[in-house]
Nanobody
Framework: QGQLVESGGGLVQPGGSLTLSCTVSGFTLDEYAIGWVRQAPGEEGVACISRRLAGTRYADSVKGRFTISGDKAKSTVYLQMNNLQPEDTGTYYC?????????????????WGQGTQVTVSS
């Protein structure tokens, strides 16, 4: 089934930036789409990148501020988050699924990491 491990969370002031990493093992980025889900409370799909890193999708709430990318050699997917706001606070999980066709459906992916906390506060 494989494993996903997130890192890079922390405390940042409004307007600041963070980059989250999701390193996968037991499968490759050619086999599964990877998405990021924010829990704060409630769940929201934030962004996803398709198999083979072929395409990306974003929630409207993060378009223009967040960028998802991947490095096959490192088996790692990144979420670059700029101009962070207090409403971006939450636990961020990466998850593996079959396709990156709809951002809300990221929450249905079956294989999740353990999460990393992001807090945006002055």
């Amino acid at each position: 089934q494989g494993q996903l491990v997130e890192s890079g969370g922390g405390l940042v002031q409004p307007g600041g930036s963070l980059t989250l990493s999701c390193t996968v093992s037991g499968f490759t980025l050619d086999e599964y789409a990877i998405g990021w889900v924010r829990q704060a409370p409630g769940e929201e799909g934030v962004a996803c990148i398709s198999r083979r890193l072929a395409g990306t999708r974003y929630a409207d709430s993060v378009k223009g501020r967040f960028t998802i990318s991947g490095d096959k050699a490192k088996s790692t997917v990144y979420l670059q988050m700029n101009n962070l706001q207090p409403e971006d606070t939450g636990t961020y999980y990466c998850a593996a699924g079959g396709a990156c066709m709809s951002v809300p459906l990221i929450t249905k992916y079956r294989n999740w990491g353990q999460g990393t906390q992001v807090t945006v506060s002055s």
